[in-house]
């Protein structure tokens, strides 16, 4: 997938800060607008928006090249059979565009057609960021509500 990449580390930056150290480069955008990036440390990280986190990838070159030979991992990161569905509704995604969640799969969202739209990547990232920051203390079955200004 192509990507602005300044534009990532600035959406990045601005509402995943919180969880993330500062970021060194983004090595890889999937169609799902997950990022995998490289932090100043050299720590691999996965940000995965539809389920409204940021984790540590692989801490070293050999975790991550074990990462990377892993079929469960690749397959999770592909999800191949959920974007081709996608891409046959909506068509491909254009620069800077990926397809995401309307309500996160951490608050109830399904990963179906249904619930998943084209999305601007950068604002995606922002909105998500957001929305992991306010929820990160929420506790499984808290009642949320969301008030759209």
Known sequence: MQFDEPKIIEALNAEWSWILPAVDCVVAVNSMGNVMLRDVDHCHWRVCPEELSAEIFARTPEDLQAAYADPKRKADWQMESLVSELIEEYGEPDIGECFGLVIPAVLGGEYSIGNIRRRDLYEYL???GDVANQTKD????ETV???IV
């Open 138 to 141: 929420l506790k499984d079955g």
């Open 126 to 128: 922002r909105f998500t």
């Open 145 to 147: 509500e969301f008030k």
